[in-house]
Structures are given as structure tokens and as C-alpha cells.
């Protein structure tokens, strides 16, 4: 990632020795990086080594082919209710990967629209006009899984509460069909918590994490790849593979440094 970022320095016309100057700041947070790389004071370049980071780290990876697996056995549908950079991994994976017979289908709730709302309920039941028994056969088999950074996003919340009610109003159990993921201490991630909206086999109340390592310095723009935001719907599009994923990001950045195009 390193040289790739280097490279990309290149392209705009700097010398090594001003793209090395800018890397070091870069890598480490300083000069006007130490402006630019935060966030209303918080720091949000953790996107520059996560993908290094990873690769040393393949158990917490592992973790996340865990709930993939989880879901690919007992769901038919998983929506990914998301805003701005955060809904974006979901529209790559759909677009890019095809969806193999045995994946489950990937929808995403990025509205609050009643029209939205509407048309999902007829992709999850195949139906115009979908009866209170069809629509429950559907939702037997949806998994609604919240995204939300901040933990506090006003539409992803609405989500929840639109998903909630409408899981109560056929006789399901919300806490079994719910997934948060949001950054460990918010709103959202307490929630998952007190209501247990985390994988059934997860042996502790630990929220899941938009970061892997449960740190907060990456911010929804930079959510792909390194983050449970885009290597989850990847792993159900593509049955797991996320350890050869991340070392084929590693070998493409220094192959761009390599022979840019």
C-alpha cells in the first residue's frame, strides 16, 4: 500500500525525495497530515497500514468468514441497512462479483423513502402486493444487518426501527434476525450489546466492530478493503477467501509501484 501510494505521489509530478518527504508524514500523522489525516480531532488515517496490518492478523479475519459462513447457512436474504461511504462496499461487491447459486441475495437499504421501503419487502418476497404469511416465509430468511460509524446516523436508525417493527408485526423475534456494526463505545454498538444484535454463536456481548481490531481511525470513505464494512459482504458473495483477497490487494499496490498504469 505503501508504494502505491507513493506511485500515485508520483503522478502528480513530485520527486522521490518530496514523495518520501510526504510519505513519512503520511505513515506517521505529522506535518500538515496531523491536520488533514483528523477528524474533528480524531485521527483517521488508520486506512494508510490496515491492509498490512491484516495480513499479520489472519484470526480476526477468520472471524469475519465465521459470520459470513453463519449466514450463507441460514439466510436467503441479507440487507445492509448504510449511508455515504459506508453503503458503497456493499454496491462494489454487488456489482463486481457474481453472485454464486448458493450466496445468499445482498440488498441495500439506503432510504428512507416508504417507495424504498415498499420495494424492498417485494425483492425479499417476490411479490407486488406480498400477504402477512408470504411476507413472514421472507423474513424468516433476512438477515438485517445496521452499519453505522458514528453509531448515531439518523436514516440507518430509522432502518432499524422500520425493520424491528416490521419483523414484530409477523411474529418474528428481531434479536434473532438483527446484526449492528458500528465503532466500539457509540450509541449503536451499546445497543447491539443490552439487545444482543450480534451472531448467535458469539460467545461474549462484544459488539461487532466496523475495524477488525475495534480501533476507530478509518473513516466510511475508506471502509474497502480493510474494514468488517466491505470484507463481510465480500465474504458472502464469495464463500470466505479473505486472507487471499488481502494479499492479492498487497502484491496489486506493488505491482502498481512497479509498472503504474
Known sequence: LWDGVLRALARCGLGEFERLHIWRHLASGSGKFSVLGRDSGRDRLGWVTVVDDLTAQPGRVL????????????RRHVVFASMGGSSLSV???ESVWPKPQDA??????????PAAQLALQQRLTGRQEPTVE??????????LICVSKSGGTQETRSHLRWME??????????????????????VMAKEASLRRYLPPFRA????????LDTQTDIGGRFSSPGTRVFLLPYALRVGGGLMDLLHDIRRAHRADAEAPH
Open 63 to 74: 472471524e469475519v468468514e465465521e459470520e459470513a459462513q453463519w449466514l450463507r447457512a441460514h
Open 91 to 93: 454496491r462494489v461487491v
Open 104 to 113: 445468499p441475495e445482498l440488498h441495500l437499504m439506503d432510504s428512507t423513502d
Open 134 to 143: 408470504e411476507l413472514r416465509a421472507a423474513l424468516e430468511q433476512t438477515q
Open 165 to 186: 417493527t416490521l419483523y414484530e408485526t409477523v411474529g418474528l423475534n428481531p434479536q434473532d434476525h438483527i446484526w449492528l456494526i458500528a465503532d466500539r463505545g457509540t
Open 204 to 211: 461474549t456481548n462484544e459488539p461487532l466492530s466496523v475495524q
